[in-house]
């Protein structure tokens, strides 16, 4: 019966054939040898033989099956560009495995870094990175940055903070504990290890805004006592700690003020205007719209946003920067409190200092979205989800961001 088993595991496999004949042979060998030694040859001598004959034949195709396995492993990941010891760096994103986190992880991965994820899948999967799991260049570590951490980095990506009302609203001691406790403790490990800091902060930090369009210079219209401002505050604070930290300690820091992104990975049901959208579409539900203003938002994809945080990480200007898509803008309606009436971002400043604008048209990112979720509900009705290994491939030696 083994045998069977073993045969039939090492069927497809070239290389283990050959193991497995000599392993079949040995048994034959050695029972054969017993059934004609049956006479003199006790009983346990036979049994100890064609153990062993076995325990051989098992190490030599689990062998052959890791080394094969191994070789598909390394197989499945997407390609990763070498860089010398100089370029590459050891690189830190918190909250890494969320929506914008695991495409910065496939972007940094892709360029060649070695990466810490850290995670403390409050609103993150472990699916998002699942791709990267085993690679040499990369780490996951589940852990709440509210406590401190201790790894030597020479980049921390902070985007560890629940992001969209329903989840930060959850919560809203966490989300505090999260923006403020969480914060300091990456700007203590950037002081520690000499490591420079880029936080992902948000468009909300504008609050409610009475300035349009809303540049890095305007200090925001913010409920500090709302529902909302265990969020809005605590990005606000976090914002005050990274140059409190520059200013009396000298740590690099870097701030992206983040206005609304959607892609892949994004949470299907964080009640915000394109997944609700997107979903009820998808469902064949009625479209739902709120109230009775008119507001306005500024969407941007994803890798857009990513390329933009590396750029700006990369850059030298510590003072904060939005990162928006300005040209498109979605209308919509709603009546959530505090929810702000309209959004217009300036993004000149990024433009002019980092040469950077999001060049993913809406339509096409749409596109991407509403595949990605059809692909979700699929998995949900089935209730399978099968592992895509080679979903992030590259395509024509350029990397896509899907
Ligand atoms: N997505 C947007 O439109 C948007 C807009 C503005 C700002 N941002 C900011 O970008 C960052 C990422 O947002 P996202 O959309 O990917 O959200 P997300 O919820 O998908 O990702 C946040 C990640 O942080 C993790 N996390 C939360 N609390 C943590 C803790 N205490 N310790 C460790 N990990 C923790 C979550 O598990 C999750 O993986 C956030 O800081 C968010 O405030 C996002």
New binding site residues.
């Given amino acids: 019966m083994m045998d069977i088993v073993l045969i039939s595991c090492g069927k497809n496999l070239l290389m283990s054939q050959y193991f497995l004949s000599l392993s079949v042979c040995l048994i034959i060998f050695l029972r054969n040898r017993s059934i004609q030694e049956n006479g003199d040859v006790k009983i346990e001598q036979k049994i100890d033989e064609v153990s062993f004959g076995k325990i051989f034949a098992i190490c030599c195709t689990l062998m052959v099956l890791k080394s094969h396995s191994l070789k598909t492993f390394s197989q499945k990941y997407p390609p990763v560009k070498f860089l010398s010891e100089k370029d590459r760096k050891r690189i830190l994103i918190?909250?890494?495995?969320?929506?914008?986190?695991s495409h910065l992880t496939d972007k940094l991965m892709m360029d060649g870094h070695e990466l810490t994820v850290?995670?403390?899948?409050?609103?993150?999967r472990k699916r998002n990175v699942e791709h990267w799991i085993g690679h040499e260049n990369f780490e996951l570590i589940n852990?709440?940055?509210?406590e401190p951490l201790y790894i030597e980095v020479d980049q921390i990506y902070h985007?560890?903070?629940?992001?969209?009302p329903p989840?930060y609203m959850y919560n809203p001691i966490?989300t505090l504990?999260?923006n403020t406790i969480?914060t300091l403790n990456m700007l203590g490990l950037a002081k520690r290890v000499g490591a420079r800091l880029l936080l992902?902060?948000?468009?909300?930090v504008y609050g409610d805004p009475e300035v349009h369009p809303q540049n890095e210079d305007y200090w925001g219209h913010v409920n500090p006592i709302g529902p909302r401002a265990c969020?809005d505050e605590g990005?606000r604070v976090a914002e005050t700690m990274c140059y409190a930290y520059m200013k009396q300690e000298g740590v690099e820091v870097r701030v992206a003020r983040?206005?609304?992104?959607?892609g892949s990975r994004?949470?299907m049901n964080d009640g915000r205007v394109v997944s609700n959208f997107i979903l009820q579409a998808l469902q064949g539900e009625p479209l739902t719209v709120y109230g009775t203003g008119s507001q306005t938002r500024a969407f941007q994809y994803v890798s857009d946003l990513v390329n933009g945080l590396v750029l700006l990480m990369n850059s030298n200007i510590s003072s904060p920067v939005n990162l928006v898509m300005s040209r498109s803008q979605i209308q919509f309606l709603s009546e959530a409190q505090d929810d702000p009436q309209r959004r217009r971002p300036d993004i000149r400043k990024a433009k002019m200092m980092l040469g950077w604008e999001p060049v993913v048209p809406l339509e096409e990112g749409l596109n991407k979205t509403i595949q990605y979720f059809s692909r979700e509900l699929e998995h949900q009705a089935n209730n399978q989800y099968i592992p895509k290994p080679k979903a992030a491939r590259m395509k024509k030696g350029r990397p896509r961001h899907n």
């Fill in positions: 918190t909250g890494g495995a969320g929506f914008v986190g850290v995670d403390n899948f409050f609103t993150g852990h709440d940055v509210v985007l560890a903070s629940p992001a969209s989840n966490k504990k999260t969480g992902a902060s948000t468009s909300e969020y990005k983040i206005f609304n992104t959607f994004m949470h």
